[in-house]
C-alpha cells in the first residue's frame, strides 16, 4: 500500500521510519542503518516526511526535498506531547508522524548550506571567544599563585604577557615561565583566528543589503546584523515583529489562569545568541543614554521609572520588532522626531 505520511527520527548511524497511508493505517516500521536510508527513501514515491528540528536534520530535510518528498522540521518540544509512555526510537517516530500531521503545529524553515555556513562563523567566533576568556583566566590565576597581579582589561593583560616574555624576571620560576608560554601563544593564535571570522563577517555584511539596513537600527552593530539576516531569511513565517521577539524569548513568561494574567521573567526562548547580542547591543545604548539623555528623550524617562535591566529587555525587544519591520517591510531606519512643544 501506498505511503502517505512518514515520521523520522533521526540518529548519528540508526534511524527509525514510522509510515502510514492514507487511511492513517501503520504500513511501515522499521530501523535504518545511516548508509540505507536514502536508498529507503529513493524507492519511495513522494510522500510527506516529519523530522525533529535537531542535529543534521537540516541536512536531511535537503536531501530528501531533492528526492520530491515534502520535508517539514518540528520542534522537538512540540513533538514530546505526543509520545505515549515510555520513550524510545519506534515510540518517537510514531509521535512524529502524528505531530507532523497536525493543523496547528509550529513547522522550522529548512536552511540551506550556504546559510548554515554563515552562521557556522558566528558560533565558531563564539567558541573561540570563550576559549580566549578561559585562557585569559588561567594566565591570570597561574601568575597570581605567585604574587603578580595585573589591573583587569586589557593594559594589565599587557602587563603579564611582558613578564612572561621577559626572560631576566626572576619572580617567574622555570617551570612556570614554560606553561605561562604556551598560554600566551595560545591567546595569540586565538586572536588571530577570531580576527580572520570577523573580517568575513564583516565583508559578508557589506555585500548583503538586507545586513546594512537592519545594521542602522541603534544598538544592532555590524554583528548582530548579520546573524539576524543569515537567521531569518524568509521574515514572513513571522506574523509581526512582535511573534519574532517572542520567539527570540525577549517577552515575559506567562503563568495565567481564570482571566487572572501573571507575568513572570523573558521567557528565554528561541535563538540565544540573537537574544544575547540584542542585549549587549540595548545595553550600549543606554550606556550612551545616560551620557546624553536628550538623544533618547523616551529611554530617559524609562530609566528614571525602571531597572536598569527592565529598560534593556525592552529596548531589546523593540530592536528586534525593529529588525522584523525592515527585512518585512523594506526601508532603513528612521529615529523618532520628538513632538513640538
Not at 510527506?48 to 522540521?73: D, I, N, P, S, Y
Not at 548550506?113 to 571567544?129: C, S
Not at 600566551?184 to 577570531?194: E, F
Not at 538623544?295 to 527592565?310: E, G, H, I
Amino acid at each position: 500500500m501506498q505511503i502517505s505520511t512518514i515520521g523520522l527520527d533521526i540518529a548519528k548511524n540508526v534511524f527509525q521510519v514510522h509510515g502510514i497511508d492514507a487511511a492513517e493505517k501503520v504500513v511501515v516500521r522499521k530501523q535504518l542503518r545511516r548508509g540505507q536510508v536514502m536508498k529507503f527513501f529513493e524507492a519511495l514515491p513522494p510522500c510527506l516526511v516529519g523530522m525533529e528540528a535537531c542535529a543534521t536534520a537540516h541536512h536531511w530535510a535537503r536531501e530528501l526535498r531533492k528526492l520530491g518528498h515534502q520535508v517539514r522540521l518540528m520542534p522537538a518540544k512540540d513533538v514530546k506531547a505526543y509520545v505515549k509512555r515510555n520513550k524510545n526510537d519506534a515510540a518517537d517516530a510514531e509521535a512524529i508522524c502524528e505531530a507532523v500531521r497536525r493543523p496547528t503545529m509550529r513547522f522550522v524553515e529548512v536552511k540551506s548550506a550556504a546559510q548554515q555556513g554563515r552562521l557556522m562563523q558566528h558560533r565558531t567566533r563564539d567558541l573561540l571567544l570563550r576559549q580566549r576568556t578561559q585562557t585569559i583566566n588561567a594566565l591570570r590565576a597561574h601568575m597570581a599563585e605567585l604574587g603578580i597581579v595585573a589591573a583587569q582589561g586589557r593594559e594589565g593583560l599587557k602587563t603579564l604577557l611582558a613578564v612572561i616574555a621577559d626572560g631576566k624576571d626572576e619572580r617567574l620560576p622555570v617551570d612556570a615561565r614554560a606553561s605561562l608560554i604556551v598560554l600566551a601563544a595560545q591567546l595569540q593564535a586565538l586572536q588571530t583566528m577570531i580576527g580572520s571570522i570577523e573580517k568575513r563577517i564583516i565583508a559578508q555584511h557589506r555585500a548583503s543589503e538586507e545586513s546594512k539596513r537592519v545594521a542602522t537600527v541603534p544598538g544592532i552593530g555590524t554583528l548582530g546584523a548579520s546573524a539576524i539576516t543569515a537567521t531569518i531569511t524568509d521574515p514572513s513565517v513571522f506574523r509581526s515583529g512582535r511573534d519574532f521577539a517572542a520567539w527570540i524569548g525577549l517577552v515575559p513568561r506567562q503563568d495565567s489562569t481564570g482571566g487572572k494574567q501573571k507575568l513572570g521573567p523573558i521567557s528565554k526562548q528561541g535563538d540565544r545568541y540573537l537574544r544575547r547580542l540584542l542585549v549587549v547591543g540595548a545595553h550600549s545604548v543606554l550606556r550612551r543614554v545616560k551620557q546624553s539623555p536628550q538623544d533618547y528623550p523616551w529611554l530617559a524617562q524609562l530609566l528614571a521609572r525602571r531597572p536598569f535591566r527592565v529598560v534593556a529587555i525592552a529596548l531589546a525587544n523593540k530592536m528586534a520588532r525593529v529588525a522584523w519591520a525592515l527585512l518585512a517591510k523594506g526601508g532603513t531606519y528612521r529615529a523618532a522626531v520628538p513632538a513640538a512643544a
